[in-house]
Each structure stands twice: as structure tokens, then as C-alpha cells.
């Protein structure tokens, strides 16, 4: 999620001078990027770009701009058994990491087999519960053997594959290869300067072609403020930006503003540890008071849609049934039936306890502000009292499992990916993978069933009907669902649209294939 510890920086003189506006364009070999978050780590067996497209590594597979899976680093999409639960993958030949070490299924068994490690610190692991083993019967052929039947596991194998030479023997938490690390990718990593700026510079000797963008600088800015600014004085390349932000930029040449449309939501998150929260009438009420349309128009200028749940509105898994108009009417007989009872001011007890709590958001990110403001307002209208308080990410994460927050996830892949986390009870508490301790056994068991049943059919049953029973105990109250966003100079061909999940930085937005980029001449 958006929400990671970095800092806004000016970028040194010699990025600045190769930004926006002030290079010819027959020059713009590099490109400067603003991104949030900042990686922890760039080993993607600690969860760096656990779905491709990371730049520095590359997997099995990978997915083209229409979403479909294609091949990476094997030469063609697996050959699965009848019973898919067992994938044979043959490797591309001649591939090799960045320090000239040929890339072996040797390799790909340690990257998976590290990642299945119980030794290893990786919120991955639930991802790839279906692997019994990896086999090599030869140094170009990988073969996974399932527990069971899973016909959508080859979409998971987009992860990143490390060497096998630098890490086997290692403490793979702690090993210098995770901010210094060699892959196969397009690009190399030049430097990190934490805080600040990442360069990476093009791998020359890439199987795929050598990028025609030699340099791509990353520069980590949190504050959307700041990367207008930035992007306006020519000091950033390209920004992701809130859409009320943008308008300045529409006819200032040399720049373009890009709509893309994705799967990412934004909502409330509500735990289960407050004891107002966790009230499953309240928050069934609130979810009827929430004004979506409005936060679509007022917050998003019409770059979005109303979201209800987590998964993508436009995808064979969604289950229109859970949309509903505002109906502070119904709300109202709620919380009366749950006995909140409204007093003299117009607001809500029950005994004791005040239908009051605090709303918390990332005080760096304007709309989540704005929805934490536009819900504290709706919920006002049936005498309930929500605080909005904006803060720094250390702050926020402390008090995660006791207030309410302004998140976002979401993801137009199998539902399978980020779902589980959210919203199976085995994640509770681990950090943003269900923060608020959500745990509900009919939606355990729907979350189970849907990653274990082989029919995709079925399958898209499962997951409807868990929709249906998380609308009927919501851990969040979902809001929008955002089109993406950027402003970016106009000095390359090659840009391709692509529906894109809740995660940004290089892994994802326009620049998710700069290594096809050709400079405008």
C-alpha cells in the first residue's frame, strides 16, 4: 500500500538537468520517475514484485498489456497434467543474471524452495501453499508438484528468481543481496540512496534486447503537494497524482495526463479490537450512509467509480449484487434495532459506550484525507461520531488494530492474490495484511475453498458468495475503486495501457514496460 516510510527530496543537479523540459528529446535515454513506497528490500523472495514486472528480475511468466500471461524466462507457458498438479516448465536458453552467471532451473527451485523455507521472513509463503516440491530432471527444466489440484498457479509464477550462487548458504533475511541484488531483469541497480533515489541503468546484455532508456531514476516522494511541484519545475519525469491535482498540467506542453483504469479501492477499515467498530450493526448502517457517488465526483473528478468490494467491478469474479443506493433510512433502523440510541445532541450511545470513533489516513495522501473527511461527514447524518486524524505512517501503525483507516488494496488478477491476506483470519495482525484482525469462519472457509477448487466456475461461485458475506460483515467499508492517475513528459514511444492493481512504484503504472520505451525524435 501507499503508505511507507519515505521522505520528499530534491533530486541533484544532474537528474534535474536530464528532466522534463530540459533535454532534446532525441537525447531522453533516461527518465526520472516519482514513486511511493519506498521498497524495504529488492529480493523478491521477501516479497519484492511478487508479481513481475520488477525491472531487476524476472519470473517464469509475465503478464502482457491485456493482462494475459506470457512467457519469461521459460520459453513457452507451462504444460500441466490432467489434474493440474503438476506444471512442467522449460527455461529459455542463453539467459543470464547481470553478473554473467547463466540462469539454471537450479536456480528457480532455490528461489521457490526459499521462499517455502519456514526460516524465511516472507509473507509469501501462503501463496505457494499448494507446492509439495520442486523438482530439476535437467538444468532447463523446472517441474512443481502440487498438494493439490490448482489450475490458476502458473499466474503466481511471475515471481522474481534469484541466484542460486550468491544466496544458498545464506541468512536470506539479512544477506546484502537484498539492497544489492543481481537478477536477469531489463535493468541493473546503480545505487539506493535511502530516503532519496534509486538508479537503475539498463542491462546491456538482456535476453529480451537491451533497453533503449539507459537510466531510470527513482526518486521517493510521499507528498502529492510535493510531486506537483517537482513535476512542474522540470525536476521529475513522470508522477502518479491525485486528479485534483492534474488540471495544471493539461495544456502545458511537453506534458501528457494518462487516465488508466484499475482495480484499486480505497475504503475504511474497521477493527474488530474497538469496541464500537467491531459492532457488526454499526457497521452495516455506515456502509448505507456512505455517499460514493459524490467521493467519485467531489474527490476523484470523475476518475473512478463507487467500489463495495474488494474485488475488481469489472471482472468475471464480482458480484454486482452487493451494490446498494445511500439509504440513511435503513441505517437509522439499524443502529435503533442494535440499541444505539440517539440523545438530545443527535448523536448515538449504547449504555456507556458513545458511537464514537477515530478515522485515521496517511497525512501525506490528499484523497484519503478527503474520503476520511467525506465519511466522518456522512456518518454524522445518523448520529454517529467519526474523528478524523492525519499521520505518519509510524503513528498510524501503532493504533491500526484500534482505529479505523483510510487503506487501499486491490488487485485485476485471480482474487485469490490479495484477497486471502486481507480478509483470512491466519493473516490477522500481520502488518497490512488485515490490520484489524478480521476474522470470520464463513469467509475462511470461502477463501479456502476458492484457492483449493480446480473448476474455475465453481470457483467464480465461491468468490461471489464471498462477497455476499463480507457485505454482510464488513471488515472494510469500501468507497471508491480509483482510475490511475499521471502526468508525464511527452518524450517516448512505446507507452502501453495496462489495468493495474492497488501496488505502484516501477513494478506498475505507465512505465511498467520502460524497457520498450523508444525516445521521440
Known amino acids: ?50 508479481y513481475g514486472a520488477s525491472k531487476l528480475f524476472d519470473g517464469l511468466v509475465a503478464l502482457d498489456d491485456k493482462l494475459n500471461l506470457v512467457p519469461a524466462l521459460a520459453e513457452s507457458l507451462p504444460k ?36 517455502l523455507d519456514p526460516k524465511t521472513n516472507t509473507t509469501m509463503r501462503t501463496d505457494f501453499a499448494a507446492v509439495e516440491s520442486v523438482r530439476t530432471p535437467d538444468p532447463r527444466t523446472v517441474v512443481f508438484q502440487l498438494k493439490y489440484p490448482y489450475a490458476t498457479f502458473p499466474q503466481y509464477t511471475g515471481l522474481g528468481i534469484v541466484p542460486a550462487h550468491l544466496l544458498r548458504g545464506k541468512d536470506i533475511n539479512t544477506d546484502g543481496f537484498n539492497r544489492k541484488p543481481v537478477g536477469t531483469g531489463p535493468y541493473k541497480l546503480d545505487s539506493w540512496q535511502a530516503g532519496e533515489r534509486m538508479v537503475l541503468t539498463a542491462n546491456e546484455k538482456y535476453w529480451g534486447g537491451a533497453p533503449k532508456v539507459k537510466k531510470v531514476t527513482l526518486a521517493f516522494v510521499r507528498d502529492d503537494n510535493v510531486r506537483a511541484t517537482r513535476l512542474a519545475t522540470g525536476e521529475l519525469d ?3 497524482m491525485p486528479p485534483r491535482l492534474v488540471d495544471r498540467f493539461r495544456n502545458q506542453p511537453g506534458m501528457s495526463v494518462r487516465s488508466v483504469p484499475s482495480a484499486d479501492y480505497r475504503g475504511i477499515m474497521m477493527p474488530m479490537g474497538n469496541p464500537v467498530t467491531s459492532d457488526n450493526a454499526l457497521r452495516r448502517a455506515l456502509d448505507l450512509v456512505i455517499d460514493r457517488d459524490a467521493m467519485v465526483k467531489g474527490i476523484l473528478g470523475g476518475a473512478g467509480k463507487p467500489a463495495f468490494g474488494p474485488l475488481f467491478a469489472e471482472s468475471k469474479w464480482y458480484e454486482k449484487s452487493i451494490e446498494h443506493p445511500v439509504d440513511l433510512p435503513a441505517a437509522e433502523r439499524i443502529l435503533d434495532e442494535a440499541g444505539w440510541v440517539k440523545g438530545p445532541d443527535g448523536m448515538r450511545r449504547r449504555g456507556d459506550t458513545p458511537a464514537r470513533f477515530t478515522v485515521m489516513y496517511n497525512a501525506a495522501d490528499t484523497v484519503r484525507k478527503d474520503i476520511a473527511l467525506a465519511f466522518s461527514s456522512d456518518a454524522k447524518k445518523v448520529g454517529v461520531d467519526v474523528a478524523v486524524d492525519g499521520l505518519s505512517v509510524e503513528a498510524l501503525q501503532k493504533r491500526m488494530d484500534k482505529d479505523a483507516l483510510v487503506m487501499g488494496w486491490g488487485t485485476p488478477y485471480d482474487p485469490d492474490f490479495i484477497t486471502y491476506k486481507i480478509f483470512h483470519s491466519s493473516f490477522a495482525g500481520k502488518g497490512w495484511y488485515n490490520p484489524g484482525r478480521y476474522h470470520n469462519p464463513t469467509v475462511d472457509k470461502l477463501l479456502d475453498e476458492g484457492r483449493t477448487t480446480p473448476d474455475e466456475a465453481t470457483r467464480v461461485g465461491i468468490y461471489k458468495s464471498f462477497q455476499k458475506e463480507q457485505a454482510a460483515d464488513p471488515a472494510w467499508l469500501f468507497c471508491v475503486q480509483l482510475d490511475h492517475v499521471y502526468v508525464m513528459a511527452d518524450a517516448w514511444n512505446g507507452l502501453q495501457q495496462q489495468v ?9 503504472g505507465p512505465w511498467w514496460n520502460v524497457e520498450k520505451w523508444v525516445p521521440k525524435q
Open 1 to 50: 500500500m501507499r503508505l511507507f516510510r519515505t521522505a520528499a527530496v530534491l533530486l541533484a543537479g544532474a537528474v534535474a538537468a536530464t528532466a522534463c523540459g530540459t533535454a532534446p528529446a532525441a537525447a531522453r535515454d533516461s527518465v526520472v520517475i516519482a514513486v511511493n513506497p519506498e521498497p524495504t528490500t529488492l529480493n523478491p523472495v521477501l516479497g519484492f514484485a511478487p
Open 80 to 115: 500441466a497434467s490432467e489434474d493440474n498438479k503438476t506444471f512442467t516448465y522449460t527455461l529459455r536458453q542463453g539467459v543470464t543474471f547481470s553478473d554473467g552467471t547463466p540462469l539454471t532451473a537450479e536456480d528457480v527451485a532455490f528461489t521457490y524452495q526459499s521462499v
Open 238 to 240: 513522470a508522477a502518479a
Open 500 to 508: 493495474e492493481p492497488h501496488n505502484d512504484g516501477l513494478a506498475h
